[in-house]
């Protein structure tokens, strides 16, 4: 068998398939007693013509359901491929004697996959080969995507006789940055007031009182600690009084008190986080920077401590989809220890938590930067209180009355922002203890300095200045 009559076989193999019409070239057997020639290769849903330099008068195939023959002559022989796989065929001639042994080898058409595979995925470095019934793919492709695409493809030929040994070029690595912002502002105000008298009526002591705030003085008429036993006039305020103005007379035998409690606070909460993590393409990435909290659990077997983390957290699997564009799959959360809010169960006390979170899938591209999460709250209350017929007395009946007022603002940001990277060497990274600077024995006790790096910087920062946030 030479080359020349083996290629004009296959292209007659393709011309019959496709009904052009085209000279007729044949591939002709070697006579090879007993032993086989060389393999025949025929693609699959395809016919491949053989002609053989000898008449033969009997033709068998080991498998017909791999590959079909028929005689078109005595010296030719119509060989249709059926599915993928291996057989023989026998070719025997007029005297019963042995011409030839052909393995026929039908794979998939790889011809009309690779045609497509160019017109689908145009520029791609894709090789494609056959091994045994199934396809093989290798070579370098530019995406994940691609890839995925290129296998789908290939399903289609060869089912799951598939094997990938492709690589996705560029850069696969992800380093994902997650800003948490919160800003908390609350501003109350407080106003009541107190009175109070004591004295003698008709040889026998009289006391009586009345409040509207949380001094000394109580509606019940519970004077015992309004006034000092000496009867001096002198008015006592508690050191847990704030914004608290006492006034105290005397008048013949009666003694009068007043309270004025006036008090007005402001505040401001930051909460800034910034946690970063790098993945591989495809890849699940954990992060926690906090700790965990024991929780005791009561069962039938007794009690048993469990541990929930809180602190940042962040789980998010990232996924190059093509070129620079980024699929990121994101879990993100801020949590706090509350101890505002404790629960008491069997002796022990456990406090709540406070958490920020956010679950969510985006796209996008590299550098660019998505607010997944964001949370505006407004509480407003307030609260007037008052001695009945009293507080409703003009001018003067503001001394019958206590009014609160209350108002927390907080607004909660999430912004994640993605990077392809890639590896470096180790001296290009800057590390936080590099700018800390261990103190000599004299700038320790002459000057007093504890270290020369970031700490001290910090340590001249001045605080001050306006507080709250801008909402736009």
């Known amino acids: 068998m030479n080359m020349k009559s083996f290629f004009g076989a296959c292209a007659m193999g393709v011309a019959l398939a496709s009904g052009v019409s085209v000279p007729l070239f044949a591939e002709t057997l070697r006579i090879v007693s007993g032993t086989g020639s060389t393999p025949l290769a025929v693609p699959m849903n395809r016919a491949v013509v053989v002609e053989s330099d000898k008449p033969f008068s009997e033709l068998s195939i080991a498998n017909p359901g791999i590959a079909d023959v028929t005689t078109l002559s005595d010296k030719t022989i119509y060989v249709l491929g059926k599915v993928p796989g291996r057989t023989t065929m026998t070719v025997l001639g007029a005297d019963g004697a042995l011409l030839s042994n052909v393995e026929v080898q039908v794979t998939p ?237 069997n002796g022990t006390t456990v406090n709540a938590f406070k958490r920020r979170e956010t679950s969510t899938t985006v796209e996008m591209r590299d550098g660019e930067s998505f607010a997944i999460a964001g949370l505006l709250q407004d509480d407003f209350n307030d609260l007037n209180s008052q001695i009945p017929w009293l507080g409703d007395v003009p001018v003067l009946g503001s001394l019958f009355r206590s009014t609160a007022f209350e108002r927390k603002q907080s607004e909660l940001v999430i912004i994640i922002t993605p990077h392809l990277v890639t590896p470096t060497h180790g001296e290009a990274l800057a590390l936080p203890t590099d700018r800390v600077r261990l103190p000599s024995e004299s700038e320790l006790f002459l000057r007093g300095k504890t270290e020369g790096g970031a700490a001290g910087e910090v340590a001249k920062q001045d605080f001050s200045g306006s507080y709250g946030y801008v909402m736009e």
């Not at 070579?139 to 060869?158: E, M, N, P, Q, W």
């Not at 109580?218 to 006034?227: D, E, M, Y």
């Open 109 to 345: 058409d790889i011809a009309e996959f690779k045609e497509r595979l160019k017109q689908i995925l145009p520029g791609e470095n894709i090789e494609v080969r056959t091994a045994n019934d199934g396809i093989v793919l290798s070579g370098t492709v530019s995406s994940s995507s691609k890839l995925d695409r290129a296998l789908d493809l290939a399903k289609r030929y060869a089912g799951d006789r598939v094997s990938n040994l492709m690589n996705v070029g560029g850069t696969q690595q992800v380093m994902l940055k997650v800003r948490f912002a919160e800003m908390q502002r609350s501003v109350s105000k407080n106003l009541a007031s107190s009175l109070a008298m004591k004295g003698t009526v008709g040889g026998g002591n009289a006391q009586t009182g009345v409040s509207t705030g949380t001094g000394n003085f109580t509606a019940n008429g519970a004077l015992a600690n309004a006034f000092p036993s000496s009867g001096d006039g002198t008015f006592p305020i508690s050191s847990s009084t704030q914004g608290a103005l006492g006034l105290g007379f005397t008048v013949g035998n009666m003694e009068f008190g007043v309270l004025l409690e006036a008090l007005e606070s402001k505040g401001m909460v930051r909460t800034l986080a910034e946690p970063n993590l790098t993945a591989l393409s495809g890849q699940q990435a954990k992060f926690l920077a906090g700790g965990e909290y024991p929780i005791p659990v009561v069962s039938d077997n007794g009690v048993s401590i469990e541990y929930k983390p809180f602190g940042v957290e962040m789980t998010f699997v990232p996924r190059v989809v093509e070129g620079d564009l980024i699929n990121l799959e994101i879990a993100a959360a801020v949590s706090a220890i509350d101890t505002s809010v404790t629960m008491t169960n």
